[in-house]
């Protein structure tokens, strides 16, 4: 048995490795294009170049029945150890029918994300001249007939120009649920609108400028691992959106963003499924100088959570079909026969009867 990690320590590192594109085949859909485009584009693997995941063996226990060895499993700058926070409790199986079980603690792939986040490494940067997202970017919308009479003028009170803010940000919406019932492709440029209508404010206040988006996370993510209905990963993330006006050294104002997104993982035998969910989508203008109150929102919450359960169905629909998985062995003296894959509380575990190569089976009996 191999156990997932208790304690931090130092000792062999392993570079973490750029992994190849696992969309690298799917079909193309505007928005996740789009959003596929913006993360792959803002990718900056030089900001990881001295993470190592340590190895180092911290325990070693012996039965009449089994063997367990316990392993650090922490990514950290030079394997140095430095990451707030451990792992989890984790236990095997008190019966398993395989020859081998390991446990990968979620605590490893909470440090990686931990250490991005530190580093600055999941950052994006959105403006006029992005694909798909730049028309958006703008604070004057060309075209609005409902501008005139959706102006402000002397008389109004904060109250009336509150009510016609939402007025506006209500026909949108129903502008989008028609399109979206009639069974139109997600792309953001068909919605009609750019920035300045979703917050009017900074529309009167920066007239006909474009805007740019800084958009990095307030905290390190989290992904818990869960038994849950046969397999759950849950992420939950936060992220700041800085709104910075073109042509200026004005910010103005941030968003905060929160998300919760469940995924059920199914393993079948080398094969797994997957079905995601968006459970929270909340939006908050975090120093209140954007003009909206919550409740308008929350109105652009639910439209930017319809846009997403569109990514997320189209996610879906390429893990609808179960996809094979490869459990790299090539460089290992060890060949597994029969995994068996299953996410636990706060673990992946891998179940297995394995095989030795002949070349080290003949190696230990020379050394006798």
């Not at 069974?183 to 400028?209: F, T």
């Not at 993982?265 to 929270?280: H, N, P, Q, T």
Request: glycine residues 8%.
């Amino acid at each position: 048995r191999t156990g997932g990690p208790r304690a931090r320590g130092t000792a062999l590192a392993l570079p973490a490795v750029a992994q190849p594109d696992p969309c690298a085949g799917c079909p193309s859909n505007d928005g996740l294009s789009a959003i596929k485009d913006l993360i792959l584009g803002a990718v900056d693997l030089r900001k990881l170049a001295d993470l190592l995941l340590t190895i180092q063996i911290l325990n070693t226990y012996a039965t009449n029945f089994d063997y367990t060895v316990d392993l650090n499993g922490e990514f950290s700058p030079g394997g140095m150890g430095g990451t707030p926070f451990g792992p989890y409790p984790m236990s095997f199986p008190v019966t398993s029918p395989k020859m081998m079980d390991i446990l990968i603690s979620d605590f490893t792939i909470n440090s990686l994300l931990y250490h991005m986040h530190k580093r600055g490494f999941l950052t994006f940067f959105i403006n006029s001249d992005t694909p798909k997202i730049g028309p958006l970017m703008k604070t004057t919308c060309g075209g609005d007939e409902s501008d005139e009479d959706l102006s402000s003028v002397e008389t109004d009170t904060e109250e009336e120009k509150q009510r016609k803010r939402l007025k506006r940000l209500k026909r949108l919406l129903k502008r989008h649920r028609r399109q979206s019932e009639k069974g139109d492709e997600l792309g953001l440029n068909d919605l009609g609108i750019c920035l300045g209508d979703i917050m009017p404010e900074v529309r009167e206040k920066w007239p006909n400028k474009t805007v740019s988006l800084f958009i990095h996370t307030a905290r390190a993510p989290s992904i818990i691992l869960s038994g849950q209905g046969g397999g759950m990963i849950t992420i939950d993330i936060v992220v700041l959106i800085d709104i910075l006006i073109d042509g200026t050294e004005d910010r103005a104002g941030t968003l905060m963003v929160t998300l919760v997104i469940d995924i059920g993982v199914r393993f079948i035998g080398r094969k797994i499924s997957a079905l995601m969910s968006l459970r929270v989508a909340k939006l908050e203008d975090k120093e209140g100088t954007l003009g909206l109150p919550q409740d308008a929102l929350d109105n652009i919450s639910n439209m930017a959570k319809e846009m997403m359960i569109k990514v997320t169905n189209s996610i879906n629909e390429q893990f609808a079909q179960a996809t094979t998985i490869s459990i790299p062995m090539s460089n290992l003296p060890i060949q597994l026969e029969d995994p068996y894959i299953q996410i636990v509380d706060h673990g992946i575990l891998i179940s297995s009867d394995f095989q030795l190569s002949p070349s080290l089976l003949g190696g230990m009996f020379r050394r006798r």
